[in-house]
């Protein structure tokens, strides 16, 4: 069997998913090949697998015709679905979802797509999340849907002993966005520096990804609360350079923050507790799949900064709650995102559409 995905560009979470279902699902016998249109940071983690940059048609169709696809899997750009079949592609096609941004942003995305995903489509692809689920199926009950978690690299992706970092460190993990809503992170490190006035803020991006009015906020905000001393920045930072991040953040007595509005999926989440660092989140929907308050990780209420920075003290200083979410967000992540439940689904879902 042998899978086309298109995506935008190779960066964050999708290029996550799209090389771990890669390298999984060979060992199956599927052959996975990337397109995606423009060139992108995340492409350091490739290594060894099939990829296509290009936003031409001709190399496009050249792609199509030479390696005669049985499937095409077209991730977000919905438009991209019409100019698959316009170049001569006939098999199944599906359009997947992991994330739209808020509510009203997915409504309105979703909206444009409907007449490109009823044309074009043989089916639609997303992540159990609560709100994809409400959305896709109210306003696609004549289109077929396949839905089921995303895999992790349970195996080679994990904790890792390192020497302790001496204070504790709080990461956060996204874009520059209004929906990643960094404000929320640097107001909460903030708030936290005054009960542990070593404590250090680490922020994970991708720089080429930012929209400059949002980068002008972040830097007003972070020269007006005088955080310039205790925050650093890291950039598109290699993929398995990040357990060690994570590891290091859970021994100092830290934790990732997740401070999105609203979540598809979210990788970052899912990979720090992987890794044994513990996860304080807003409830933004997609982080359900992973987080119990108080038993795999903390939730606190979107938009409320002094019980985020009450639960915060708590996962810091409760260290018998601590190490018990530590152990539980470890091993529920392994039981339940392994490779092996992702490729079982995945060839389901194919064989449905009569790809074998």
């Known amino acids: 069997m042998k899978i086309l995905i298109s995506y935008y560009l190779p960066s964050g979470g999708m290029e996550t998913l799209n090389r771990l279902r890669a390298e999984a699902l060979s060992k199956h016998r599927v052959n996975c090949y990337f397109h995606y249109l423009w060139p992108g940071n995340g492409v350091q983690n490739i290594n060894g697998l099939p990829i296509c940059i290009s936003d031409h048609d001709g190399e496009i169709q050249h792609l199509l015709h030479t390696e005669q696809f049985d499937a095409v899997i077209v991730s977000h ?31 309105q995305t979703l909206m444009e797509a409907a007449p490109f995903i009823r044309s074009y489509s043989n089916g639609v692809l997303y992540p159990v999340t609560s709100h994809l689920i409400e959305l896709f199926r109210g306003m696609f009950p004549d289109v077929g849907q396949f839905c ?11 904790y890792r ?13 996204g874009r520059i ?15 936290l520096r005054k009960i542990f006035p070593n404590l250090q ?17 972040f830097n007003h905000m972070i020269v007006s609360q005088d955080m310039g001393s205790y925050l650093f920045r890291l950039s598109n930072v290699p993929h398995q350079e990040m357990a060690e991040y994570y590891s290091r953040i859970g021994d100092a007595g830290g934790f990732l923050a997740s401070t999105s509005i609203l979540e598809g999926f979210g990788y970052a989440v899912s990979e720090a507790m992987l890794c044994r660092c513990p996860v304080l989140s807003t409830d933004s929907d997609g982080v359900r799949s992973f987080i119990v308050h108080n038993q795999t990780g903390k939730f606190y209420p979107q938009g409320r900064i ?28 392994k039981s339940n995102f392994s490779a092996d439940l992702y490729c079982n689904q995945f060839l389901e879902m194919m064989h449905s559409l009569g790809v074998h």
């Open 77 to 107: 750009n919905y438009m991209t679905l019409e100019r698959i079949r316009s170049l001569g592609f006939r098999g199944p096609i599906l359009f997947e979802v992991q994330g739209l941004g808020q509510r009203h942003d997915a409504v």
């Open 201 to 217: 803020l680490w922020l994970f991006e991708d720089a080429t990804l930012r929209k400059q009015e949002e980068q002008d906020a």
């Open 148 to 158: 089921f978690h995303n895999l992790l690299d349970t195996e080679r992706f994990g």
């Open 306 to 333: 002094d019980i985020a920075a009450l639960e915060a003290v708590d996962l810091i200083n409760n260290h018998p709650l601590r190490e018990q979410i530590r152990n539980n967000g470890e091993e529920h992540i």
């Open 161 to 173: 002993s390192l020497p302790v970092h001496p204070y504790p460190i709080v990461g956060w993990v």
């Open 177 to 191: 966005e209004t929906n990643k809503n960094w404000r929320a992170f640097l107001q909460i490190g903030y708030e």
